[in-house]
């Protein structure tokens, strides 16, 4: 579960128009979200609030052998008026799902670009989700409100967060400098770190077609430079999106756009990354190719990933699918060209529009049927006081989902499908037989998050872990 202070974050990136998924470190994001997901240890209780749409806050209080909480607070230049904070209407996708979807990539150094802080750049990657369906759908919109060019370009962010009773301090300032240019620093403080805690630098350029940043950290003295560049797709024509294309151009080449999407239609990126340790002297590298779909993709949405270490000789491979629009499957094997040592996992997400033991939380799973029996059985039979009067029934008013069935003959949805998700399960494997196994969905206005985590070698103790975590906010 996504906690609600990284929700808000990344609709503040979404509302500013930032992309976050233009980086070298989220090459492998959708893999790893399927796979390595955390599971909740002990109880733990989160209570959040966007109180203003430029403040937020979120206590958080659990015991794991000890009682201990946080207290954060988050505070945006840009008002985020179109956020769904409440968590009885968050659609759970937006904190649940764990398939990244890419969105199109815009032209931010244009001011005259379709998309430079109009609506789609106030599409968040947290949230393109694809809560309903998995075949060429846009993203999900989170920050609803509309940034002007200055308000965008002049952004900021302020986080802190206060750990008891450790006494631990961590704190968050991003600040956008121009479109393309942002620039962040997150610390920690505390007492048994090395100099009372540590500090990191992030210099951000996003052109859209290529990203670059820069690092350093006072811990270990860390210098570094990573880059993605981007082609194929969307990439290869910059400052207009697929969608605005196949609008303007003419029928036969919005046919044989067509077809080409129908096949295969995604985006190559290639990148890497070189840090160096002014103080112990070493450094590293690595690097990675990625392929994703694009949202206009016709055919079954995918993502694959591969990263090599030459120094360490680790070779990793990722693969992603949105096999349904209920379930996605993600697989990664790891080898390593010196020791000969690999190493495999498996992971699964599959989502529901029925409640687990609903018979527990007062819902019949059979209450649907019997309301549309109920209600064809006094269609058919006349009130006592039309039978004492010798007529019929008055008609009963329509409603505006029954006047539109009548006149097109198919069914108005009253809710999407993002809103019929009641839950969702999420399981892994990897070779040493370890199962971790995580259910998370939404009971009134409680978000919850169940988890366990199964060792079969271990028959005699499999259970290793048991958590629960409830989310609440407003």
Not at 137 to 164: E, H, I
Request: net charge neutral; aromatic share 8%; hydrophobic share 35%.
């Amino acid at each position: 579960m996504r906690e609600f202070m990284h929700y808000i974050t990344n609709a503040f990136y979404g509302a500013t128009g930032w992309n976050e998924d233009n980086t070298y470190k989220e090459l492998n994001a959708t893999a790893r979200e399927l796979i390595d997901f955390p599971l909740p240890l002990g109880l733990r209780v989160n209570l959040a609030s966007l109180a203003t749409p430029h403040f937020a806050t979120s206590y958080q209080l659990g015991t794991v052998g000890i009682v201990d909480g946080s207290i954060s607070y988050l505070y945006s230049s840009v008002a985020l008026r179109g956020v769904t904070a409440q968590s009885d209407r968050i659609p759970l996708p937006a904190l649940l799902r764990s398939f990244r979807r890419l969105h199109d990539l815009g032209s931010r150094g244009d001011e005259s670009a379709p998309n430079a802080g109009g609506p789609g750049a106030s599409e968040s990657h947290a949230v393109s989700v694809d809560t309903d369906g998995g075949v060429g759908l846009a993203p999900t919109l989170v920050g609803g409100n509309k940034v002007t060019g200055r308000d965008r370009d002049k952004s900021s962010l302020l986080y802190g967060r206060l750990y008891l009773p450790q006494s631990l301090l961590e704190g968050l300032v991003v600040k956008r400098f121009s479109p393309v240019l942002q620039v962040q620093l997150s610390a920690v403080s505390e007492q048994s770190l090395r100099n009372g805690g540590t500090l990191l630098g992030l210099i951000q350029y996003d052109k859209g077609k290529f990203g670059v940043e820069g690092l350093a950290s006072t811990d270990g003295g860390l210098l570094g430079v990573r880059g993605l560049y981007n082609f194929g797709g969307d990439a290869s024509s910059p400052g207009a999106t697929p969608t605005a294309c196949s609008t303007n151009e003419s029928s036969s080449s919005s046919s044989s756009q067509s077809g080409e999407r129908e096949r295969i239609y995604g985006r190559f990126s290639v990148g890497g990354e070189v840090y160096y340790g002014t103080l112990n002297k070493s450094g590293g590298m690595s690097l990675g190719a990625r392929f994703a779909t694009l949202p206009a993709h016709r055919g079954t949405p995918l993502t694959a990933a591969l990263t090599i270490n030459p120094l360490m000789g680790n070779i990793n491979a990722t693969y992603a699918i949105l096999a349904k629009e209920y379930c996605s499957l993600a697989t990664r094997m790891e080898f390593n060209v010196y020791s000969y040592e690999s190493d495999w996992a498996v992971g699964m997400e599959l989502w529901s529009n029925r409640r687990p033991a609903g018979f527990l939380l007062g819902v019949d799973p059979n209450r649907q049927r019997e309301e549309v029996a109920q209600k064809l059985a006094k269609t058919n039979e006349r009130s006592f006081q039309a039978k004492m009067e010798w007529r019929l029934d008055d008609p009963e008013p329509t409603t505006a989902a029954e006047e539109a069935k009548a006149h097109t003959g198919q069914d108005t949805p009253s809710v999407t499908k993002e809103e019929e998700y009641l839950g969702v399960l999420k399981a892994r494997l990897d070779q040493n037989l370890r199962i971790g196994l995580l259910w998370e969905g939404r009971v009134k206005s409680l978000i919850f998050s169940l988890g366990t985590g199964v060792d079969l070698h271990k028959l005699d103790e499999p259970f290793r872990s048991l958590g629960l975590e409830i989310q609440y906010s407003s």
